[in-house]
């Protein structure tokens, strides 16, 4: 691996503008690093896409921030993840990190967890990736799997605390809870913005596994392993490019990023 410049932005890429999710986690919990995001707003949703299609759009994006000199990767879209990581890693020079093994390690790290439930895009949950990727930690647990299409219209739509999106809910989780489950991985990167009513639909006892936040401490991990951290302690810049600039995307982006959405950039293929 080349010499990487601890100064160098980090890359977060998506099938849309759910993963401003994980920058918004990225921005807390690293306040001085530099931040390059990809949305392919344009060709969104991809969770209902061919896996051919998926591996295709994903390898564009990387080679698109790889050439912005990215000093890692952060592959924030589940669906990516689930069927393109490796695509990923094989192009890549720089670290590469992926929600789905950061929620992975997440959820069996508490050893009270038993009985794993995970929520996803159809494509995310028919990859078994989730599964597999909880039981390659090694530990005795049981992984049960929903998904869960509606829930990312009604976050987009800004209905995080309507009654229709809390009947949704509780369709998709009642047969999770019906197996008694006790941890619950929010398997899609707008998921979180429903922490507090899937919390409440889960019950108190089972115990929420937000990706976003889960990434966020991963990155911090791998930086400070790799000394890449940025020591330069000024305003960061953050940079945000789409393929498309749809009807609300600022309002719905700065719901996702929890701020002002500024700097963006439409990239055309």
């Known amino acids: ?14 099938s849309g503008i759910g993963g401003l999710t994980v920058v918004r986690a990225l921005m807390e919990r690293l306040p001085f690093e530099n931040i390059l995001y990809f949305g392919d707003t344009a060709r969104v949703p ?23 000199q990215v000093k890692l990767l952060v592959i924030a879209c589940n669906t990516m993840a689930a069927v393109a990581s490796q695509v990923v ?6 670290p590469v990190l992926d929600v789905i093994d950061a929620g992975a390690a997440h959820a069996v790290a ?9 929520i996803g895009t159809p494509t995310t949950i028919n990859s078994n990736a989730y599964a597999q990727a909880i039981h390659e930690q090694g530990a005795p647990v049981r992984v049960y799997s929903q998904a869960c299409p509606l829930l990312v219209p ?7 605390e309507h009654e ?31 922490k507090p009513l899937l919390q409440e639909v889960a019950g108190g006892a089972v115990r929420l596994v937000d990706s976003a936040e889960t990434m966020a401490e991963r990155v911090a991990a791998l930086l400070d392993e790799r000394q890449l951290a940025n020591g330069v302690r000024t305003p960061p810049s953050y940079e945000f490019f789409v393929t498309d600039v749809p009807l609300r995307f600022q309002t719905i982006g700065e719901r996702f990023l929890g701020r002002g959405l500024r700097n963006v950039h439409v990239v055309k293929w």
């Open 46 to 68: 991809y969770g209902v896409k061919s896996v051919e299609t998926i591996c295709h759009y994903t390898r564009e994006i990387a080679e698109f921030l790889l050439q912005k």
């Open 164 to 194: 229709v999106t809390r009947l949704t809910c509780q369709e998709y989780l009642k047969p999770l809870l019906a197996n008694h489950i006790d941890t619950l991985v929010l398997g899609c990167t707008p998921h979180p913005l429903l």
């Open 89 to 94: 890693k094989d192009l890549s020079a720089v």
């Open 1 to 14: 691996m080349t010499d990487l410049d601890p100064c160098a932005p980090i890359g977060v890429f998506d």
């Open 154 to 160: 009604l976050v987009e739509e800004g209905w995080l």
């Open 110 to 118: 508490d050893a009270r967890a038993r009985r794993i439930g995970v």
